[in-house]
């Protein structure tokens, strides 16, 4: 399953949620990513990006129909962000950057215990780390003082990161063939 589709009910969520309903939004995101990853699940080849998403989806469900958090409505947006800010601060932690797991579905096996291939998954990761913390920051102002200004840097911060994730290999790849014919020549 390639990230995108680990971002989808993130993008749920945030769409439904928009409309100040993030219990459907919770739920509705839930739901997508139990039915995302059923497959993985069997395979025993679970994301962490996944896993993480899951979790935080279930506690938000649980949050949003066993209680009476009326702070969790306002705040449901700065709060995703700095939950998937979390879930990638815990995948460098744990060596296993969450970017790894997406570039073993396109990297050839033979780079993948390389150092190379670990750090550019690293930066890429520590990159997404910046979006989601400046994103949460935003989100939060936007809940204090709505403003389109807040949403249109948050989008120029997301399309910055995923253009960063698309170019930054192919940099990494070019790089390291320059430096290889340069030892040749």
């Not at 009910?9 to 409309?19: A, H, K, L, M, T």
């Not at 069997?42 to 994301?47: C, E, I, L, M, S």
């Not at 879930?87 to 396109?106: G, N």
């Amino acid at each position: 399953m390639g990230i995108f589709l680990s971002f989808l009910p993130w993008i749920i969520f945030w769409v439904i949620s928009g409309n100040n309903n993030y219990q459907i939004g919770a739920l509705a995101a839930m739901v997508m990513v139990i039915f995302l990853n059923i497959k993985n699940v069997k395979q025993g080849n679970v994301k962490i990006l996944d896993l993480g998403t899951l979790i935080f989806f279930f506690i938000l469900t649980g949050i949003s129909f066993f209680s009476m958090a009326v702070w969790v409505d306002k705040y449901a947006a700065p709060l995703s962000n700095v939950a998937m800010f979390l879930i990638a601060v815990i995948s460098l932690a744990l060596r296993k950057p969450f970017t790894i797991q997406y570039a073993y579905e396109k990297v050839n096996p033979e780079f993948w215990n390389t150092p190379k291939f670990y750090t550019t998954n690293r930066t890429i990761t520590v990159i997404w780390c910046i979006t989601f913390a400046i994103n949460a920051f935003l989100s939060y102002l936007y809940v204090r003082n709505p403003n389109i200004f807040f949403w249109g840097i948050i989008i120029i911060v997301l399309i910055g990161a995923i253009k960063f994730t698309v170019w930054y290999p192919d940099f990494v790849k070019a790089k390291s063939q320059q430096s290889r014919q340069v030892a040749r020549d």
